[in-house]
């Protein structure tokens, strides 16, 4: 009987560890930490509006001037390239090099890779249809960790975005 009673015991200890053992162990879905060293980062935004066909430049922090702006060769040489990722839930990938202080121009890229030079710097700026069109932005580490960038972006967003870090 004694016996019996200590199998039975021994037993429930060990299927007890066993139980907590494995409670213990890693969840497999959770997302590895992403990789922020240096090298192109990979931005994710969502805009107030649509402007998935316009061509970006940026403002100084101040919003009062355009700090950078490509050349339409870049915007040519690129050409679908450019234009952002869509992903899932309305956001979007960049693919121009955008950051919280972009600004959005009536330019399309099709129009602007015709042009043989850049606008002036005032002909951009009248250009600009939204100085502030950004709903959400943030930045998931180097670009160059990720093999399909649209389907980890994707995984990240059904995570809520949350090992990214917010820009604004």
């Not at 009248?126 to 960038?149: E, H, M, T, V, W």
Request: glycine share 4%; aromatic share 8%.
């Amino acid at each position: 009987m004694r016996i019996v009673l200590l199998m039975t015991l021994a037993t429930w200890v060990a299927g007890g560890c066993q139980i907590n053992q494995k409670s213990m162990t890693p969840n497999s879905t959770l997302a590895a930490p992403l990789d922020f060293s240096a090298g192109p980062p990979t931005i994710i935004y969502k805009t107030k509006q649509d402007y998935t066909n316009q061509v970006a430049v940026i403002l100084t922090p101040d919003k009062t001037s355009i700090a950078a702006y490509p050349h339409p060769q870049d915007i040519a040489n690129k050409g679908n390239q450019v234009k952002p990722t869509l992903l899932a839930n309305g956001y979007l990938l960049d693919n121009q090099g955008i950051n919280p202080n972009v600004a959005f121009t009536s330019y399309t890229f099709a129009q602007y890779a015709a042009l043989p030079q850049a606008p002036s710097l005032e002909e951009l700026k009248n250009s600009i249809i939204n100085a502030d069109p950004l709903a959400y932005i943030c930045n998931c580490g180097n670009r160059n960790q990720y093999g399909d960038i649209a389907a980890s972006m994707n995984n990240l967003i059904a995570q809520k975005l949350a090992p990214c870090k917010t820009l604004k």
